[in-house]
């Protein structure tokens, strides 16, 4: 079984200090991870993916993510945090199995940006 | 290129009614999922369809509960006879590849 957390239900960072939100999982195989990001009544939006190749993703809004194999984790990253950036962000999993499979989500870390 | 849409954004049921809830995904994409997000728990899988099948439904409910994506027309997540703990916010997303999902903007089911 595959799984995902989010050991923080939180993470506070003042406006133009870095933030980083943590993720490690569990998967069979190789891994496919993603970060999604969730605005107040809103759906989730795609934010970066980690499917192969370097182990330091770049995605939108300025938001990297490190995969690190020997830690099982995949934390996400903002060198200068902006108050826009609060919101539910989601760590997510998929092991290639070669088949179609679904995707796993953490609980959630909500981030809160402050002046 | 509409995003996924679900409808309706609200519904509201008493106890035993039936909630149907609609997807519809982006255009080009065969790939849909369901997705139920409680407070503080955030999102638990449910059942993952491709047309006109289901491929895992391991997030399902036993009873109550049933999905389809039919050929034509959007994908139907159904509840028969809604309680109290059927509050929550569904979510439905599609994909091309089964890669990147695109999220719908949710259907709040409230149960009086």
């Known amino acids: 079984a595959q799984s995902v957390a989010q050991p923080e239900d939180q993470v506070n960072v003042a406006e133009g200090n870095p933030l980083t939100v943590k993720c490690t999982y569990s998967?069979?195989?190789?891994?496919?991870l993603f970060w999604y990001v969730q605005y107040p009544n809103r759906g989730l939006q795609f934010l970066l993916k980690y499917i192969t190749g370097d182990n330091l993703v770049k995605g939108s809004y300025g938001f990297e993510a490190e995969f690190n194999k020997s830690q099982t984790s995949f934390h996400l990253k903002k060198p200068s945090a902006l108050v826009s950036d609060s919101a539910l962000y989601f760590c997510a999993v998929r092991g290639y199995t070669g088949t179609a499979s679904k995707l796993t989500f953490g609980t959630g870390t909500r981030l809160q940006v402050t002046l | 290129n509409a995003g996924v849409m679900q409808n309706p954004r609200h519904l509201v049921r008493r106890r035993g009614q039936e909630a149907r809830l609609r997807c519809s995904p982006m255009k080009g994409h065969s790939h849909v999922y369901w997705y139920r997000q409680l407070p503080e728990e955030g999102l638990k899988f449910m059942v993952y369809?491709?047309?006109?099948?289901?491929?895992?439904e391991s997030g399902m409910p036993k009873e109550r509960f049933s999905a389809e994506f039919p050929k034509e027309g959007p994908s139907i997540l159904r509840i028969q006879q809604v309680v109290r703990g059927d509050s929550a916010a569904y979510f439905c997303a599609s994909s091309r590849t089964n890669e990147k999902l695109f999220f719908g903007s949710g259907t709040q089911l409230s149960v009086l």
């Open positions: 369809l491709q047309k006109e099948n289901i491929i895992d």
């Open positions: 998967v069979s195989g190789n891994p496919y």
